[in-house]
C-alpha cells in the first residue's frame, strides 16, 4: 500500500535555528515527490517537486532532497514567517492523485 | 494569471442535506482534482476529472459525485451530508499532458450540523 509518513509531527523552533523535516514514503514507482506549505484555513501552497533520488532544491530558506525512502525539507535560518504546515506528498507513476502525509507544523518564535 | 479558485467559500449546512461546491482551475489547466481534508489530517483524494470524465477515484462513497464542465471547471457535490462530512474542501488543477504539478485553491470549509 502507498503511504506517506512525516516526522515529526511538530516542530518549535527559535528564529535562526536550522533544522530539517522528515518524509518517509512507500510507493509502488515513483514519479514525483511534492512539498507544499499550508498556512491554517488555507490551501497549500506549492513548495517543490522532485523525481529521482539524489535530486536537490532550493528556494530562499528552504532546500529539499530526495532519496529512494525518504525526502527531507531543510530549514536553514528560519524566520518567524516560516510558521506553516509543511505536506508531503507522492504522486506514483500509475495514478493522478497525490497521497499526502499528516504534515510537520513548524512554529518558529523570534 | 489567476490561480484555482473555489466557492463559496465557507458553507453551513444540517445532517442529510445536500452541497454543491464549485473550482475553477488555473488558467491553461485541464485537469481537475478534489480532495478532503479534516482538521489535523493531510488531504485525501476524492476524484479527478479530465476531458469532462471522472477519471481515477479514492476511497470515498457515491454520496460524493462531481462533475466537469467544457471550461474545465468543477463542480463536487455531496449527497445525504453526515457529520463526519465536516472537513476543508480542497479543488486542485494541473496540466494532464505532462501530468504536472497540482495547484490547489483555497479550499471551502464545510461545517455539517
Known amino acids: 500500500e502507498d503511504q506517506v509518513t512525516q516526522s515529526p509531527e511538530a516542530l518549535r523552533l527559535q528564529e535562526g535555528e536550522s533544522s530539517s523535516l522528515n518524509c518517509s514514503y512507500t510507493?509502488?514507482?515513483?514519479?514525483?515527490l511534492f512539498w507544499y506549505r499550508q498556512d491554517p484555513g488555507k490551501g497549500p501552497e506549492f513548495l517543490f517537486t522532485?523525481?529521482?533520488a539524489g535530486e536537490e532544491k532550493e528556494k530562499e530558506r528552504l532546500k529539499a532532497t530526495l532519496t529512494k525512502k525518504e525526502s527531507f525539507l531543510h530549514i536553514t535560518a528560519p524566520k518567524p514567517e516560516d510558521s506553516a504546515t509543511y505536506l508531503c506528498?507522492?504522486?506514483?507513476?500509475?495514478?493522478?492523485?497525490?497521497?499526502f502525509g499528516k504534515g510537520t507544523k513548524l512554529s518558529v518564535k523570534p | 494569471d489567476a490561480g484555482v479558485t473555489q466557492s463559496p467559500t465557507h458553507l453551513i449546512k444540517t445532517r442529510g442535506q445536500q452541497v454543491t461546491l464549485r473550482c475553477s482551475p488555473k488558467?491553461?489547466?485541464?485537469?481537475v482534482s478534489w480532495y478532503q481534508q479534516a482538521l489535523g489530517q493531510g488531504p485525501q483524494f476524492i476524484f479527478q476529472?479530465?476531458?469532462?470524465?471522472?477519471?481515477q477515484r479514492g476511497n470515498f462513497p457515491d454520496r460524493f459525485s462531481g462533475h466537469q464542465f467544457p471550461n474545465y471547471s468543477s463542480e463536487l457535490n455531496v449527497n445525504a451530508l453526515l457529520l463526519g462530512d465536516s472537513a476543508l474542501y480542497l479543488c486542485?488543477?494541473?496540466?494532464?499532458?505532462?501530468?504536472?504539478?497540482?495547484?490547489f485553491g483555497p479550499g471551502t470549509r464545510l461545517l455539517v450540523l
Open positions: 510507493v509502488s514507482g515513483l514519479r514525483g
Open positions: 506528498a507522492v504522486q506514483a507513476s500509475s495514478q493522478g492523485n497525490l497521497i
Open positions: 522532485l523525481y529521482s
Open positions: 486542485a488543477s494541473s496540466l494532464d499532458t505532462v501530468q504536472e504539478t497540482q495547484y
Open positions: 488558467s491553461g489547466h485541464d485537469t
Open positions: 476529472y479530465y476531458e469532462e470524465e471522472e477519471r
